[in-house]
């Protein structure tokens, strides 16, 4: 079921006719009711003809349905969908319709905080914000029972399975994990949200994840391993650079014909510049004398 424009008129006219309707039966009632206890003829027909009128101005009353903006109506006759009126202002439908006003801004969902497993087993504390809005009044009305509890329980279907298909973190930079490529998985969880919904006439515009963290019972041995994790990567990188830096300081002193280094040396000098530069404390200066004696005797 897709949705369909009805037909329908302003309804200022229709009131104003209600209106007049409404005087003309109380006017004509009075008068009726008067000259029927004065036996004439001609009062009961006032009478009668009030009646009508007073059931005619109703009819009008019952047709006028005012929309506010941001909002429509869904129009049934008798179970059956006629049709949808969202232009706003004060309308005019068929009197036997039955009129569903349905909100079309733009809504916020949030979700729970959820407890679901991440891909590795590890388990996490998730929650999003949907922002949707109603696209199609028809399949929101009939497609589905209750299309705001619908998009609320899609949206956490979705979240948890987003959660389950990526890591919480991860050290290899070709795996895509919730921390690091946050805006690639809110998108597809959007996508995900989106194709969820469409069945109940629901867009979405946007998705996006307002908490993730580990589960308090695994979230300080998780925090130690993630400070683990950072000190190798750090130490690695010191070493490297310690490593370059040894190089370069071997190939100068040799370039520049400073000192000769034999092999003994080389090893004693590759040993004190890493011990200094990758060492957790500032290096203690000492002074050797063996060397300066050995070379005196």
């Not at 991440?118 to 929650?127: K, R």
């Not at 696209?135 to 705001?148: G, L, N, S």
């Not at 040894?246 to 000769?260: K, L, P």
Request: charge should be negative; charged fraction near 20%.
């Amino acid at each position: 079921m897709r949705e369909k424009p009805a037909g329908g008129v302003s309804g200022y006219f229709a009131i104003v006719g209600a209106i007049a309707l409404l005087l003309a039966a109380v006017l004509m009632g009075i008068i009726g009711f008067v000259m029927s206890f004065a036996q004439v003829a001609v009062g009961v027909v006032l009478f009668i003809v009030a009646v009508l009128c007073f059931i005619a101005s109703m009819f009008l009353f019952r047709g006028c349905t005012s929309v506010a903006p941001g909002h429509a109506v869904v129009l049934q006759l008798y179970g059956k969908y006629v049709g949808t009126v969202r232009q706003s202002g004060l309308r005019f439908v068929n009197p036997f319709y039955t009129k569903d006003q349905i909100s079309t801004r733009i809504r916020n969902h949030e979700t729970s905080t959820l407890k679901v497993n991440d891909l590795d087993g590890n388990p996490i504390e998730i929650g999003a914000v949907v922002v949707w809005q109603v696209r199609d009044t028809a399949q929101a009305m009939f497609e589905v029972d209750d299309f705001e509890e619908f998009v609320a329980i899609q949206a956490e279907t979705a979240v948890r399975h987003i959660a389950n298909s990526y890591a919480y973190d991860s050290s290899d930079p070709r795996r895509m994990s919730l921390r690091d490529n946050a805006d690639e998985i809110t998108s597809r969880l959007s996508d995900e949200v989106a194709a969820r919904v469409m069945a109940a006439g629901v867009t979405v515009i946007e998705s996006r994840i307002t908490q993730l963290a580990y589960a308090p019972e695994i979230a300080r041995a998780m925090l130690q391993r993630q400070q683990a994790t950072a000190v190798v990567a750090a130490r690695q990188l010191i070493v490297e650079g310690a490593v370059g830096m040894v190089e370069t300081a071997i190939e100068e002193i040799e370039g520049r014909r400073i000192v000769t280094l034999g092999q003994t040396e080389r090893s004693d000098l590759v040993s004190n510049l890493m011990i200094v530069l990758c060492g957790d404390q500032a290096a203690q200066p000492t002074i050797s004398t063996t060397r300066n004696q050995q070379s005196a005797g």
